[in-house]
Protein backbone atom coordinates (compact mmCIF):
# COMPACT_ATOMS: atom_id res chain seq x y z
CA UNK A 1 0.00 0.00 0.00
CA UNK A 2 1.10 3.26 -0.98
CA UNK A 3 1.18 6.35 1.77
CA UNK A 4 1.97 9.69 2.08
CA UNK A 5 3.40 10.98 5.27
CA UNK A 6 3.31 14.62 6.32
CA UNK A 7 4.36 15.35 9.14
CA UNK A 8 4.14 18.94 11.36
CA UNK A 9 6.18 21.16 13.94
CA UNK A 10 4.61 20.02 17.29
CA UNK A 11 4.60 23.55 19.48
CA UNK A 12 7.45 23.42 22.26
CA UNK A 13 7.50 26.45 23.98
CA UNK A 14 10.87 28.57 24.75
CA UNK A 15 13.06 29.42 22.23
CA UNK A 16 15.81 26.95 23.74
CA UNK A 17 13.36 24.36 23.77
CA UNK A 18 12.89 24.64 20.25
CA UNK A 19 16.61 24.90 19.83
CA UNK A 20 16.84 21.35 21.89
CA UNK A 21 14.36 19.74 19.96
CA UNK A 22 16.00 20.47 16.76
CA UNK A 23 19.08 19.56 18.19
CA UNK A 24 17.95 16.56 18.74
CA UNK A 25 15.60 15.43 16.05
CA UNK A 26 18.55 15.88 13.75
CA UNK A 27 20.66 13.84 16.30
CA UNK A 28 18.10 10.79 16.12
CA UNK A 29 16.91 11.28 12.30
CA UNK A 30 20.33 11.43 11.13
CA UNK A 31 21.00 7.65 12.90
CA UNK A 32 17.83 6.60 11.39
CA UNK A 33 17.72 3.99 8.49
CA UNK A 34 14.74 3.47 5.96
CA UNK A 35 13.45 0.06 6.99
CA UNK A 36 13.73 -2.89 3.76
CA UNK A 37 9.97 -2.40 3.50
CA UNK A 38 9.89 0.83 3.29
CA UNK A 39 10.05 2.41 -0.44
CA UNK A 40 10.58 5.93 -0.48
CA UNK A 41 9.58 7.39 -4.08
CA UNK A 42 10.05 11.17 -2.32
CA UNK A 43 10.94 12.59 0.80
CA UNK A 44 10.67 16.41 0.82
CA UNK A 45 10.72 19.48 3.46
CA UNK A 46 8.16 22.36 3.40
CA UNK A 47 10.75 25.20 2.83
CA UNK A 48 11.08 27.34 6.05
CA UNK A 49 9.14 25.16 8.17
CA UNK A 50 9.67 22.09 10.64
CA UNK A 51 8.38 19.43 8.20
CA UNK A 52 7.65 17.65 5.24
CA UNK A 53 6.28 14.93 2.79
CA UNK A 54 6.99 11.34 2.42
CA UNK A 55 5.60 9.37 -0.54
CA UNK A 56 6.14 5.89 0.14
CA UNK A 57 4.90 2.33 -0.32
CA UNK A 58 5.06 -0.41 2.88
CA UNK A 59 3.25 -3.65 3.60
CA UNK A 60 3.50 -2.86 7.45
CA UNK A 61 1.77 -0.39 9.27
CA UNK A 62 3.84 -0.99 12.37
CA UNK A 63 6.69 -0.17 10.03
CA UNK A 64 5.04 3.46 9.73
CA UNK A 65 3.72 3.16 13.06
CA UNK A 66 7.20 3.33 14.65
CA UNK A 67 8.57 5.78 12.33
CA UNK A 68 5.71 8.24 13.20
CA UNK A 69 6.77 7.55 16.88
CA UNK A 70 10.71 8.43 16.40
CA UNK A 71 10.26 11.87 16.87
CA UNK A 72 7.66 13.21 19.00
CA UNK A 73 8.50 17.21 18.15
CA UNK A 74 5.96 16.71 15.31
CA UNK A 75 2.78 16.14 14.60
CA UNK A 76 2.76 12.91 11.92
CA UNK A 77 -0.40 12.16 9.25
CA UNK A 78 -0.11 9.03 7.46
CA UNK A 79 -2.82 8.89 4.52
CA UNK A 80 -3.10 5.58 1.90
CA UNK A 81 -3.40 6.42 -1.33
CA UNK A 82 -3.88 5.05 -5.04
CA UNK A 83 -2.89 6.03 -8.50
CA UNK A 84 -5.41 7.98 -10.24
CA UNK A 85 -6.09 5.58 -12.99
CA UNK A 86 -6.96 2.99 -10.38
CA UNK A 87 -9.43 5.38 -8.42
CA UNK A 88 -11.34 6.47 -12.39
CA UNK A 89 -11.41 2.90 -12.88
CA UNK A 90 -12.91 2.09 -9.63
CA UNK A 91 -15.31 5.16 -9.92
CA UNK A 92 -16.20 3.69 -13.21
CA UNK A 93 -17.31 -0.22 -11.72
CA UNK A 94 -19.01 1.71 -9.38
CA UNK A 95 -20.66 4.07 -11.49
CA UNK A 96 -21.64 1.34 -14.05
CA UNK A 97 -23.16 -1.03 -11.07
CA UNK A 98 -25.16 1.93 -9.69
CA UNK A 99 -26.76 2.95 -13.19
CA UNK A 100 -27.99 -0.73 -13.71
CA UNK A 101 -29.63 -0.79 -10.36
CA UNK A 102 -33.61 -1.47 -10.25
CA UNK A 103 -35.36 1.14 -9.13
CA UNK A 104 -37.97 0.16 -6.07
Given at each position: ?16 E ?5 KRI ?8 A?DN????F??I ?13 D ?7 F????P ?5 V????KV??A??G?L?V???RD?L??K
Open positions: MKYVISWFERPQGSPIYENAQLEVFGQWEPFEIEFVRVGEWGGHMLMECDPVAIHKCSMLAFVFERPVIEEVREEIAWGKP
